[in-house]
């Protein structure tokens, strides 16, 4: 992985650019997957990606590849300097100074394949005897390992290495004729050794889809709280910072001040049990 990030680096450097930064990553991840109830599916998939970045006079190019011979990195680079030529000028486009190599590593880096068969045998077990109602639809199970490279011109050398476990469940329950919406939990770990069951909120989730069955609708209109359980949170919140993010530059600041009166309006903290309530003002 060295010599291919060295490689384009000083590729990057021949090819004109003044300042370089690249990014090799290369990912492995091992996936178990239930379908209707049945364990439907085991696989391993590789992925690697090196970006590209070039800056030219205060002209910033990016480029992604994912084939590694010397003769594709060369016409990345070039096409870094031509992207950098056509941009707009931005002194704020640059790059890390020299800092002490590094490499950082969290998680595991080799998945337990075994412990992660047993540990969602040991779910579904506990789901269709604790909840006999409920419906696992999907589960998506995978490890995933990631190491990445860093470097830059100006002698920035860092690897990290990560590895987690994922679980996400969707599920719903039925009753004769009755049936709840669906609903999902997700969980990460860097290891497994407490039963997916007693991780997050997953089996209060589970717990809740049964009840969901007998619903009522509001019989009027009311002003007053409206309680969001914590679930709903990076929802809410991840509306606010897309909206955020997508707003265009020049109408920022003005939509800022009211994005930021709406979100302290909308959320007031009780620390005893991390539940969020709604103001309706």
């Known amino acids: 992985m060295k010599k291919i990030i060295e490689y384009a680096k000083k590729a990057i450097l021949k090819a004109g650019a003044d300042k370089v930064a690249c990014t090799f990553i290369k990912s492995e991840k091992h996936e178990l997957n239930v379908v209707s109830g049945e364990i439907s599916l085991f696989r391993t998939t590789f992925d690697t990606n090196l970006y590209l970045s070039g800056i030219l006079e205060n002209k910033k190019g990016t480029i992604t590849i994912n084939k590694l011979a010397e003769s594709e990195i060369d016409a990345a680079a070039d096409q870094v300097l031509d992207f950098a030529r056509s941009s707009k000028a931005d002194k704020a486009n640059d790059i890390a100074e020299m800092q002490e190599s590094k490499e950082f590593q969290s998680g595991p880096i080799e998945a337990d394949l075994e412990k992660m068969y047993f540990r969602l045998k040991e779910f579904m077990e506990h789901a269709e005897e604790a909840y006999p109602k409920a419906i696992i639809e999907e589960i998506n199970f995978d490890f995933s390992k990631r190491t990445s490279l860093i470097m830059n011109s100006n002698g920035v050398d860092f690897k990290t290495k990560k590895g987690v476990y994922t679980f996400v469940v969707m599920f719903t329950s039925k009753e004769g004729t009755k049936t709840s919406s669906f609903n999902y939990a997700a969980y990460q770990t860097k290891d497994m050794d407490t039963p997916f069951k007693d991780c997050g909120s997953i089996d209060r989730l589970l717990e809740q889809s049964s009840e969901q069955l007998e619903t009522f609708s509001i019989p009027e209109k009311f002003v007053g709280n409206v309680i969001f359980t914590p679930d709903c949170l990076?929802?809410?919140?991840?509306?606010?910072?897309?909206?955020?993010?997508?707003?265009?530059?020049?109408?920022?600041?003005?939509?800022?001040?009211?994005?930021?009166?709406?979100?302290?309006?909308?959320?007031?903290?009780?620390?005893?049990?991390?539940?969020t309530s709604f103001c309706s003002t």
Do not use: E, W
């Open 234 to 275: 990076d929802t809410v919140i991840g509306n606010i910072t897309d909206y955020l993010y997508q707003t265009a530059v020049n109408h920022i600041n003005i939509q800022l001040n009211n994005v930021i009166l709406f979100s302290t309006c909308l959320f007031r903290f009780k620390s005893t049990n991390a539940s």
